[in-house]
Every structure is written in C-alpha cells, then in structure tokens.
C-alpha cells in the first residue's frame, strides 16, 4: 500500500504535463511542434523493434559499462583517498583539475586517442560521472564514528575488516547519492559523445533524424530517451532501497 501511494505521488504531474501536452498540441500545425499523438506513434511503431535494436540497446550498453566503471574507481578510489590523507591531499590538485573540467570539453582530445568509436564514448562517460561517487565516498569514510574505530581497535580488527564492517556501510548512503548524480551526468555525456561519434544510439538517432528535418521522429528519440533516463533512476532507487533497507529503518 505504501508503494502505491507513493507511485501515486509521483504519478501525477507526469500525467497533467502529458495531457496538457496532448490537448494543446491537438490541432497543431508547426513542423517544430508536431500534436503528441503523432510523436506516441511514431514512438510505438518505430522504437519497439527496430530503433530499439539499432539505437536503443548500444547507448544502454555504453551507459552501463562506463557506470559501473565509475561506480568500482569511485568507490575504491574513494575508500583509498579517504584513509590515506597525505594521498590525497598530494593528489588533491590533479583531482581538482580533472573534476573541474567537463568531461565533453576532453572530447576533441579521447576522439585523436581513442578515435570515435565505444571506447571513446565509454572512457568519456566513466570520467564524467566518477566525480560524485568518488568525493561522497571520501567523505563517507572520513566521517566514520570514533566510537566505532575505536571498538574495532579494542576487538583488534584488521584494516580489511575495518573497511567492510565501518567504512562501506557508513559510506554507502552517500555514495548511492553520489551514484543517482552520476547517473544522469553519464546519460547527458552518452547523448553528447553519440553526437559526434560513430553512427549508432539515441544522441545520434536524434541528431541524425533534425538533419533530416524528420521532426516527428526527433521528437520520439526525446521522448524516449526521458522514459530511458527516469526508467534508469528508478532501477537504481529500487537497488538502493534494498541495500540500504538497514539504513532507512534506522533513521525511521
């Protein structure tokens, strides 16, 4: 009952927009602004076989694998830099520098190294999205209880233990917070990269579809690329809920 109050909750601006959306484009005329009805068919006939295969299915492998790249480095990277201070503080001007540098700016410059192709695409999405999992990592484990650490030295755990037993799960709230931000910074550099790179995906399907002034079709690659993006988030809020069931119960 909970689950569906809550989808409920969310449901129902979505539901407004989409049929204000729908009345108010009904008699439209515009080439830029075609009625939704045709955008939802073209939607039902073009994306649920053919696009999906072709474009649909690549950017979801694309976003998948520079993830869960930046999911492993962040974490580890993180746990790292946040027990060795000196570490970090020594790279701390190197990591300033990448963080504070669009991951699309360095687009020119992975195209002539890795050329155009998934590489390319795949190293610009984990480097982009790597930044919030790895600072909320860091802080994650520096803000450990001293109560906790101190338990664990009187029980003589390893650094190992430390880490499973204190470390991750104190920073595992901040680092699914870091990964839902992630997560929509790899969906915008996906969209981006597929723009300029080999033909393939739905940043190209879009891009290639207002070259042709196929409007319609335009419009069904948004369209799908939003369901694509809330459909991705859910999955990961769905994770989350489940990992960190410990953590909601205990703070109610």
Known sequence: MKRVKLLAIEAWLPIVLVTVWLVASAGSGSLYFPPLADILHEVRELWIFDATRDDLLPSLGRIGVGFCIAVVVGVVGGVLLGLLRPLEEALRPLLEFLRATPGVALLPIATLFLG???????????????????????????????????????????????????????????????????????TVVMVVTEMVGSPGGIGWFILDSQRSFNIVQMWSGIVVLGLVGYALNLALRLVESRVLAWHHMKNG
């Open 116 to 186: 155009i192709g998934d590489e390319m695409k795949i190293f610009l999405i984990a480097l982009a999205s790597v930044w919030p999992i790895l600072l909320n990592t860091i802080d994650g484990v520096r803000s450990a209880e001293p109560v906790l650490l101190q338990m664990a030295r009187s029980y003589r755990f390893s650094t190992a233990g430390k880490i499973r037993f204190i470390y991750i799960p104190n920073a595992a709230p901040g680092v699914f917070a870091g990964c839902r931000l992630a997560l929509a910074i790899a």
